[in-house]
C-alpha cells in the first residue's frame, strides 16, 4: 500500500535553533518528492521539489535531502523564526495525474 | 504569479442542502484538483481535471461532483450535504505532464461546515 510517514507529530523549538523533520515513504512507483509549508489556515506552499536523481535541494534556510534506496527524506530547518511555526507536509509522486501521496504533516511552534 | 482564488474562506450548510465550492486559477494551467482536508488525515483528493469538461475521480468522491466548463474555473458540488462533508476544501492547480515535475499550486481554501 502507498503510504507516506511524517515523524514526529509535533515539535516545539526555540527560535534560532535548528530542526530535522523526517518522511519515510513505500509509494512505487516514485517519480518525486515534495515538502509542503501549511500556515494554520491557509493552502500549502511548496518549498523544495526532487526527483529520484537529486539528493538535496535548498530553498534559503530550508534543505530537504532524499535517500531513493531507503526510501527516506528528510526537512532541515536552519536557525528557525517564529514565521516557521507552520504544518510540514511530506508528498510523493507517483507519477500519473492525479497521483500525490500526502503524508499527515508535522506541526512545527518556534517559541520566543 | 501564480494565484488560485475560492470563492469563500468560510461557509456554513445546513444538511441536506446542495453547495457550490468555487475554484478559479489565473495562470492557464490544464489540471486542477480538489482536496479534502481532515485532521489526523491529511489531504485526500476527492476529483481532479485534466481539461475542460474532463474529470477524474480521486480516493474520495463519493457525496461529490464537479464541474469545469472553462480553463480557469472548477467547481466542486455536495449535491446534499451531510455532517460528514465537514471539512477544509482546498483547490489546487498545475501544469500538465509535459511540465514534469509539475507544480502544484494551492487556494487558500474554504472551511464548509455542515449543520
Known amino acids: 500500500k502507498n503510504q507516506v510517514e511524517q515523524s514526529p507529530q509535533s515539535l516545539i523549538i526555540l527560535e534560532g535553533k535548528n530542526c530535522t523533520l523526517q518522511c519515510n515513504y513505500t509509494v512505487s512507483p516514485f517519480s518525486n518528492l515534495r515538502w509542503y509549508k501549511q500556515d494554520t489556515g491557509r493552502g500549502p506552499v511548496s518549498l523544495t521539489i526532487m526527483t529520484f536523481s537529486e539528493n538535496t535541494k535548498s530553498n534559503g534556510r530550508y534543505t530537504a535531502t532524499l535517500d531513493a534506496d531507503t526510501k527516506q527524506s528528510s526537512l532541515h530547518i536552519t536557525a528557525s523564526q517564529l514565521s516557521d511555526s507552520a504544518s510540514y507536509i511530506c508528498v510523493v509522486d507517483g507519477g500519473s495525474q492525479g497521483n500525490l501521496i500526502f503524508g499527515k504533516g508535522t506541526k512545527l511552534s518556534v517559541k520566543p | 504569479d501564480v494565484k488560485v482564488t475560492q470563492s469563500s474562506r468560510y461557509l456554513v450548510k445546513r444538511t441536506g442542502e446542495k453547495v457550490f465550492l468555487e475554484c478559479v486559477q489565473d495562470?492557464?494551467?490544464?489540471?486542477m484538483f480538489w482536496y479534502r482536508q481532515d485532521p489526523g488525515l491529511g489531504l485526500r483528493l476527492i476529483y481532479f481535471s485534466y481539461d475542460v469538461k474532463m474529470k477524474e475521480k480521486g480516493d474520495i468522491p463519493e457525496g461529490y461532483s464537479v464541474s469545469r466548463e472553462k480553463k480557469e474555473r472548477f467547481s466542486l458540488i455536495l449535491e446534499s450535504a451531510s455532517t460528514n462533508q465537514t471539512s477544509m476544501y482546498l483547490c489546487?492547480?498545475?501544469?500538465?505532464?509535459?511540465?514534469?515535475?509539475?507544480?502544484?499550486?494551492f487556494g487558500p481554501g474554504t472551511r464548509l461546515t455542515v449543520t
Open positions: 495562470m492557464d494551467h490544464e489540471n
Open positions: 489546487a492547480s498545475s501544469l500538465r505532464d509535459s511540465a514534469f515535475p509539475y507544480e502544484q499550486y
